[in-house]
């Protein structure tokens, strides 16, 4: 029988860099990627089920009245979620799996799995998150104010919540990343 696996959620507010820090971390960990649903448009480069699995409203609230979802949320408008069922495969099968979540996602994969490891990532200022956000160039000017509220809100939200155990500023990327693969590996 193999060892149980673990869950690493890695939460922050869009633009931190939660994505490419999960990315990066996945790729010297080896631990496995959660691919989540949304019902978004797919950006210029992203592929179905590798960066998400896009998928209709109707499709995606079939999914939640089924249960088949370990967390979801509406953001700006979007739904988003995290299938269950590969990420629970993946842990009873001993591997390490990262998931990227808002700080929403992160509150719910908790009520269900609190043993899970949560790591907050947050920008270096204000400033810097808004010029992540403008370099993106993929929302309006009114986007990114509703987006910096937001991340504002969710940075509160989460470090009041105490379920944040580990929190990352990602002011350097490759710093950041060590940060989080040592937690993961505790190496």
Same mark, same amino acid.
């Given at each position: ?93 001993? @591997? ?35 010029? @992540?956000?403008? @370099? ?10 509703? @987006? ?40």
């Amino acid at each position: 029988m193999s060892e149980e696996g673990k869950l690493v959620v890695i939460s922050g507010p869009s633009g931190a860099g939660k994505s490419t820090i999960a990315s990066e971390v996945r790729k010297r960990t080896g631990a496995d990627f959660s691919v989540s649903a949304t019902t978004r448009p797919a950006r210029q480069g992203e592929i179905d089920g590798r960066e998400y699995h896009f998928v209709d409203r109707t499709a995606f609230e079939k999914m939640i009245e089924a249960g088949e979802l370990l967390e979801w949320a509406e953001v700006f408008g979007q739904l988003y979620g995290t299938p269950a069922r590969p990420v629970r495969e993946a842990i009873s099968a001993g @591997r390490t799996i990262v998931l990227d979540v808002d700080v929403q996602g992160g509150n719910q994969v908790y009520r269900k799995m609190p043993s899970a490891t949560f790591v907050l990532i947050v920008p270096p200022v204000d400033g810097e998150l808004a010029r @992540r956000l403008r @370099r993106r160039a993929t929302e309006s000017p009114g986007d990114i104010a509703n @987006r910096l509220a937001q991340a504002k809100s969710e940075i509160a939200a989460a470090t009041e919540s105490g379920l944040y155990e580990h929190v990352v500023i990602n002011d350097d990327l490759d710093e950041a990343v060590s940060q989080v693969v040592e937690i993961i590996t505790g190496q």
